[in-house]
């Protein structure tokens, strides 16, 4: 079975940054999407920003210019860099992975357990 597992949150002042990272593990052959949602106190989650195994991305409007999202197929990692943090920004950051092809079925929509961030002076 595919599991997520999240690392990098954290508290950082307005302005900082911060880098998330996401790592399935288990038997895998290919991964086709990975992503990261967010998810505030009292709001729905939110897509944050997506990438295909072949590089393709994807970014909500809010967090353009300011986060990259990049992957590692050979490590079956995606990561987060989020540049010039603002207190909207914080939330339960969601790790996500969609057709994950394993020997002998194929995982669709997996989700990490989430990582807290939190911008705030």
């Known amino acids: 079975q595919v599991q997520l597992v999240e690392s990098g949150g954290g508290l950082v002042q307005p302005g900082g940054s911060l880098r998330l990272s996401c790592a399935a593990s288990?038997?895998?052959?290919?991964?086709?999407?990975m992503g990261w949602y967010r998810q505030a106190p009292g709001k729905q989650r939110e897509l944050v920003a997506t990438i295909t195994s072949s590089g393709s991305t994807n970014y909500a409007d809010s967090v353009k210019g300011r986060f990259t999202i990049s992957r590692d197929n050979a490590k079956n990692t995606v990561y987060l860099q989020m540049n010039s943090l603002k207190p909207e920004d914080t939330a339960v950051y969601y790790c996500?992975?969609?057709?994950?092809?394993?020997?002998?079925?194929?995982?669709?929509?997996?989700w990490g357990q989430g990582t807290q961030v939190t911008v705030s002076s």
């Open positions: 996500y992975a969609d057709r994950v092809r394993q020997p002998r079925t194929i995982s669709y929509n997996v």
């Open positions: 288990g038997s895998i052959f290919s991964i086709a999407a």
